[in-house]
């Protein structure tokens, strides 16, 4: 068992949230993480949008902006790992305090604003790893600039700076804390933007194959908007949405401390909105569009409901914080025993059952 393991999460949660995610990426940076992956059962292997994942369980967006250690993260028994979100320019996003616990509530509130060192750093540090780790299942996560004049030229230029190092790319078009990204999630601002990011894909295609693209959607979403977003991702080719992001809402009952500061809502409150939401993406898809399911994970069981719910794979992150690194690998034997128990060939199998 590594450092980490033993130190975290008690640990580091004397320190300031922010400080102490800076602390956790030095000591992986430093080989204070497990020195290899614990090979996850055959049984959680899948196949989800063109991606070939050993467990379902991947890491998401926000934990490794940078890609400074998406392999050291892997031995902790994700599936898959996404870095970013990377914007063209670097930036140092919203003024701290901007990380927030709310411990009693199992939940983190974040107005971070892509806080990143940008593409040209992004890009050593992922091609680097991509040396290392040729067949490693590694994503970007691009945005935009607070202050770009062409938000939809951004996320093209993330295309051609990256091409061909990422083994997907997911389009953020979601995150509450950049003032009015969430407008490109409309109907006609989607289309436009689609239709340029689908013109740069099949230019860069030319000389290398494309990856799969993912779009990451909010959970403040009504009925319409699921619909006009699913259609536009079906006519535009994308491969799988993500779903979903932090939520502006603030549901009642939080308890801590931190819980009326600004910013975008995860962890333990966002489980059921952000489930209900999926259930709806794979209504409105009819099963077509492959979903990743995202928001409040912390156990196998929530991992199976987001399955059943119509979710192909999932991702987690702040549940790390308060369960540690341990918790993946924890998912991953306690999910193919109940596979094997409800008598399940395949986590696939499980997809949209409920």
Known sequence: MSLLHNLAPKALRLFEAERAHKLTLLALKNGLGPTRAEEPDPILASSVAGLELDSPIGLAAGFDKNAEVPLAMARFGFGWIECGTVTPLAQSGNPRPRLFRLPADRAVINRLGFNNQGLEVFQHNFAKARERAPKARIGANIGANK????????????????WGLPS?????????NT???RDLQSADALDELLARLSETRQRLSADQPSPPFFLKVAPDLDEVEIEDITSAALRHGISALIVSNTTLARPEGLRSRYRGESGGLSGAPLFEPSTQILRLFHQASKGSLPLIGVGGISNADQVWQKIT??????????????????LVQSINRQLAVRLRAEGYDSISDLVGTA
């Open 309 to 326: 719910a119509g979710a192909s794979a999932v991702q987690l992150y702040s549940a790390l914080i308060y369960h540690g690194p341990g």
């Open 147 to 162: 202050q770009s004049t062409d938000r939809m030229a951004d996320y093209c230029l993330g295309l051609e700076k990256l």
């Open 168 to 176: 997907w790319f997911t389009i953020n078009i979601s995150s509450p």
């Open 179 to 181: 003032p009015g990204l």
